[in-house]
């Protein structure tokens, strides 16, 4: 059974940094490409990154670009958001899930609020 | 990006009625398309990829079709379970994109 489990969620203030994991499993983890996807409070699901399998190559949304990175540990089965320069519009529900164009997988999200 | 604009917003349906969401793109995406349904504090559950093929597991009430730049998603006889949100997603572009999504209720 694919099981993915975010963690790493918090509050913290406009300009902090925060690494969120997703830990997955019941899945040969590195042949597949990982995305983040986000859900601000009561809105759309916004596409946020994604890294390729073992290769490596990244993409990332224009709001987050230059300010996030996405990582991946192959040998614990492990993705990374790094998130830097964090602001209020950040605040959300941090998915990750297992591919890289559509989703049949998805963690149970982690929540990230940016507040002063 | 590609934007993506669903309607309605949100739609009272009772069951058994046949209840129909439209996801219009920016610019064509061909047939890159996948439909979501997400409940309260759930994550998404994947229904439909590539405009019309069902997700395995899926129920057969709930059909997609369309391409280019419109497309529909449609319940066939609605369910009490079916009440949820339901946001398409386009996976054409480099830069992926959720529609706003569709709230249905039940009446």
């Known amino acids: 059974e694919v099981q993915l489990l975010e963690s790493g969620g918090g509050l913290l203030q406009p300009g902090g940094s925060l690494r969120l994991s997703c830990a997955a499993s019941?899945?040969?983890?590195?042949?597949?490409?990982m995305t983040w996807v986000r859900q601000a409070p009561g809105r759309g699901l916004e596409w946020v990154s994604v890294?390729?399998?073992?290769?490596?190559?990244?993409n990332y949304a224009d709001s987050v670009k230059g300010r996030f990175t996405i990582s991946r540990d192959d040998s614990k089965n492990t993705v990374y958001l790094q998130m830097n320069n964090l602001k209020a519009e950040d605040t959300a529900v941090y998915y990750c899930?297992?591919?890289?164009?559509?989703?049949?997988?998805w963690g149970q999200g982690t929540l990230v609020t940016v507040s002063s | 990006d590609i934007q993506m604009t669903q309607s309605p917003s949100t739609l009272s349906a009772s069951v058994g009625d046949r209840v129909t969401i439209t996801c219009r793109a920016s610019q064509s995406i061909s047939s890159w398309l996948a439909w979501y349904q997400q409940k309260p504090g759930k994550a998404p559950k994947l229904l439909i990829y590539?405009?019309?093929i069902l997700e395995s597991g899926v129920p057969s009430r709930f059909s997609g079709s369309g391409s280019g730049t419109e497309f529909t998603l449609t319940i066939t006889s609605l369910q009490p379970d079916d009440s949820a949100t339901y946001s398409c997603?386009?996976?054409?572009?480099?830069?992926?994109?959720f529609g706003g999504g569709t709230k249905v209720e039940i009446k």
């Open positions: 019941g899945f040969t983890f590195n042949i597949y490409a």
């Open positions: 899930a297992r591919d890289q164009y559509f989703y049949s997988h």
């Open positions: 890294i390729s399998g073992s290769a490596g190559k990244t």
């Open positions: 590539q405009a019309s």
């Open positions: 997603q386009q996976y054409s572009s480099y830069s992926l994109t």
